[in-house]
């Protein structure tokens, strides 16, 4: 296997910009909000936010551009997020808006239904401040979350950061973390395609794959997308485990067997924990291992960001957990 092609952690801290939101979860399954529910929360969350908090836990250098309110719900985020030692220099406090917040109940086959409030809320407000401009200059990778596109203002952040990222031989990754409930419009589908030509390393799900490739079949998808240039494409396989593709062929490890009490999150930490790993000079196996034990680990807490993991604790999981 060679070397990763992704910066190496002496090049900067590892960056994301968008949503930091509260997480509150009905704790009975079924479809949806439409009667009363017994809830719990509110609980850290946002995709972008879970993913970095995880880079931290880490020991990595993580920072993150992002809005919250001036409210119990953003100083919760951010307390969460600089205890476990992100940068949060570059996060603002909206006077006007409420911190965003995502409301989830799961259904009985396993799928879950969102209310979201994010592109309206704190979370709108994001810009290039001076703060966020120092971050991206010292940054050394960027990681873009397709929910984050959701945020009109978020898209000339990231072009800015790319470009400043790039130039100094910075990299890309692009998990597309699509949700039914974040519909993606035409702009959305442009700004997707112009990541895709910069990405480094592409973290689908799922039919993610196929969004970003559309092609008859899995091979064919990876195929085109590693031609485009991509170096390193995992999928993300959930209980099945998760595979790196490079030109150099695939490298499948399986899922750790753990009982699921939330499946919300493990992607952003499975994507954080990866390429944490591989700016840290990790093998390709191992870099997958410690992913997937991230990603299990995290569906056994309830909260989204309840469950993101240090390297002691994964070490410690992975020692004590079966593999499927
Ligand atoms: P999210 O729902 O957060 O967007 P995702 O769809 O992007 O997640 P998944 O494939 O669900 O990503 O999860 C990422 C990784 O976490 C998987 O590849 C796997 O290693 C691990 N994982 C997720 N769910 C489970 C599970 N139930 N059991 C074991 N491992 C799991
Ligand atoms: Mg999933």
């Not at 476990?84 to 879950?112: E, K, L, M, Q």
């Not at 873009?144 to 596109?149: D, Q, T």
């Not at 939330?262 to 990790?282: Q, V």
Request: charged share 20%; glycine share 10%.
């Amino acid at each position: 296997m060679p070397p990763s092609s992704l910066a190496p952690e002496s090049l900067g801290p590892t960056i994301t910009i968008g949503e930091i939101l509260v997480e509150i979860m009905a704790t009975t399954t079924g479809n949806g909000f439409l009667d009363a529910q017994p809830l719990i929360g509110p609980f850290p969350s946002g995709a972008p936010a879970i993913f970095i908090d995880q880079v931290a836990k880490l020991g990595a250098q993580a920072g993150i551009i992002a809005t919250v309110g001036k409210d119990d719900f953003g100083q919760l985020n951010i307390e969460r997020l600089r205890k476990d030692g992100a940068d949060v220099s570059a996060i603002t406090i909206s006077p006007d808006y409420p911190t965003g917040s995502a409301f989830v109940r799961y259904a009985n086959d396993g799928t879950r239904d969102f209310v979201y409030n994010i592109a309206r809320s704190a979370a709108g407000e994001i810009s290039l401040t001076d703060a966020a401009k120092a971050l991206i200059a010292r940054a050394g990778h960027l990681h873009v979350m397709g929910s984050a596109l959701s945020i009109p203002a978020v898209w000339p952040i990231v072009e800015y950061a790319l470009h400043d990222i790039k130039q100094r031989g910075g990299t890309l990754s692009l998990d597309p973390n699509m949700r039914k409930e974040l519909a993606a419009g035409r702009e959305t589908g442009r700004q997707f395609a112009a990541l895709l030509q910069a990405t480094d390393l592409l973290l689908p799900s799922g039919d993610e794959l196929f969004v970003a490739s559309p092609a008859a079949s899995e091979n064919e998808a990876i195929d085109a997308l590693l031609s485009s240039g991509i170096s390193e494409i995992v999928l993300k396989r959930g209980q099945d485990g998760s595979t790196l593709y490079t030109k150099t062929g695939p490298v499948h490890r399986p899922a750790f067997l753990v009982d699921e009490i939330d499946p919300t999150g493990a992607g952003d930490c499975f994507g954080a924990t990866y390429l944490t790993c591989r700016r840290l000079g990790h093998s390709a196996v191992q870099a997958l291992d410690y992913a997937n034990a991230a990603g299990a680990r995290n569906v056994t807490h309830r909260g989204p960001m309840e469950g993101t993991s240090t390297f002691h604790e994964l070490d410690q999981f992975m020692a004590s957990t079966p593999r499927k």
